[in-house]
């Protein structure tokens, strides 16, 4: 591998990340993102499948595994982060709602600042029995949330107002270009030395972390959409509930579990939730979707 890209790979997939972000705000006007707060229901809904739902979730899962107290650690702080701008972009291929999706990342991403040097803590001393106090730099988190998430899709978005020709001849090319190089670098990131920021990760940890992190992705996508079709969302914020539940930042919990904690086997199950659960999540919403228009059109 390059060195030059081994020592950057964190710049990269935020460059990335960003890029896909303006992508998706090639495809949104302004109206898309008024009307998420002209009629606040599904924003609400989410954040409390992501915020409420999916920690209670994964303290359950973890308390019926036999993971060392680290690794469970390591599963909360997932559970812990926003959506991140790989879940826009499965609600985008699904034509699900993207901007309540980009609203849940930027809004839950804000919160998050406060809720996870808690719930963090909490989780520390419930299964290690220490507390490392963790704080979240406030200017700097939510600059990187404004880089990677606000400020491209609202370049997207002006773009596409402006310039709706350019719009037109790039979003067919970023469609597939983007999320291929994303992978790229994503893979990179697994395999890479430990002392370049690659995460070291055994075979055998690889396979029953797998486990683990496909029945939280799935029980978070499923609980998000029974709470949705309970409130009477409808599909299209429905399915986005859902995907935002599934999917979390985990460039943050990388950040958290190496940069904060310090803790090699905290990063773990962030990493395997990267490798698998854009895949598992889209194949899992596209199956719901596809059902659900199927047999229950009449009542959506």
Known sequence: MPEILLQNIDLLINIVLAF??????LNLTRNDFSNIFAFPKPLTVGL??????????????????????????GFMVISFCPGGVTSNLVNYILKANVALSISLTVLNGILCMFTIPFLTNASLDYFVNASTL??????????????????????GVFIR???????????PILKYLLPA?????????????????????SREELMEQSVWVLVLNFSGMFLGYILSWLLKVK????????????????????????????????????????MLTFFSTFIFAWLIRTITLKYFAKSE
């Open 20 to 25: 896909i972000t303006a992508s998706l705000g």
């Open 235 to 274: 599909l299209e914020n429905r399915m986005t509930i859902m995907v935002e539940a599934g999917l979390h930042n985990t460039a943050m919990a990388l950040y958290i579990g190496g940069n904060i904690l310090n803790n090699a086997d905290m990063q773990k199950p962030a990493i395997v939730h990267a």
């Open 181 to 201: 190089l994303l992978l790229i670098i994503f893979t990179v990131k697994i395999f890479a030395p430990a002392e370049n920021g690659g995460v070291a990760l």
């Open 48 to 73: 409390i499948a992501q915020m409420i739902v999916l920690p209670l979730t994964t303290f359950i899962l973890m308390m019926m595994s036999d993971f060392s107290p680290e690794v469970k650690v």
């Open 134 to 155: 963790i704080e979240l730099p406030i200017l700097s988190t939510i600059a990187h949330i404004a880089l990677i998430t606000a400020i491209p899709a609202a370049i």
């Open 161 to 171: 107002s402006k310039f709706p020709k350019i719009a037109d001849t790039l979003r």
